[in-house]
């Protein structure tokens, strides 16, 4: 089982619609979630970060994280086509390793 | 007023050859870090520098070796170029952990090994 479980997609949403973006993970030792956007041909860039359980909003964008069940989640409300990316997203251990393991990224696009 | 480049962009070459790749920030940061994002979109780190220093280097053939001459720069060289090494190729920067979760990434090289 890979450590962070992302499902691909691609996730094809009209305009306005709620997207919701989840990955799941095994290490047990993750304490900072993130989510990072990558349009096409540019490099990720953070969009959000959480630590630890809990729910964080930004905006339109809400990062959900239940560490009970290994599981965070990205909401986006009311998305636009600019929304159209890659999401990751990542997880982090507290110390111990600093590298970010990342998941293998959904594609969304959101259709005008 | 980049953050991260990279140099090349692109770079196509044959089976064999040796090359590198360049990065610099001028973000102030003091760790930097190389990505491989293959053809399915899966970013993986290779290595990361934190001033100058070594400090994450994953299950890489030691083909490849990274090179930090300053805490600004960070060069991947890498030799005997194989097919299976034809990827995007990222740099990236932070500051040092706790706020390492915060990378800013560079726009990629993207490698085709013929």
């Known amino acids: 089982q890979k450590e962070v479980e992302q499902d691909p997609g691609p996730l094809s949403v009209p305009e306005g619609a709620i997207v919701s973006l989840n990955c799941t993970y095994s290490?047990?030792?993750?304490?900072?979630f993130m989510w990072y956007r990558q349009y096409s041909r540019k490099g990720p860039e953070l969009l959000m970060y959480t630590y630890s359980s809990g729910n964080k909003e930004d905006g339109r964008f809400t990062a959900q994280v239940d560490k009970s069940s290994k599981y965070i989640s990205l909401f986006i409300r009311d998305s636009q086509p600019s929304d159209s990316a890659t999401y990751l997203c990542?997880?982090?251990?507290?110390?111990?390793?600093?590298?970010?393991?990342f998941g293998k990224g959904t594609k969304l696009t959101v259709n005008p | 007023d980049t953050a991260v480049s990279q140099t090349p962009k692109y770079l196509v070459t044959q089976m064999g050859n040796d090359k590198s790749i360049k990065c610099e920030q001028n973000l102030g940061h003091d760790t930097m870090y190389w990505y491989k994002q293959d053809s399915k979109k899966f970013l993986k780190i290779m290595f990361s520098y934190n001033n100058k220093e070594l400090i994450i280097n994953e299950t890489v053939p030691n083909r490849f070796s990274p090179k930090s001459p300053d805490k600004a720069h960070l060069n991947l060289h890498i030799n005997s170029l194989e097919l299976g090494d034809s990827a995007v190729y990222f740099c990236a920067s932070s500051q040092q952990p706790p706020s390492s979760y915060e990378q800013y990434f560079g726009p990629g090289t993207r490698l085709t090994v013929t």
């Open positions: 290490n047990s030792a993750f304490q900072y």
């Open positions: 990542a997880m982090r251990e507290w110390g111990g390793s600093e590298k970010l393991v």
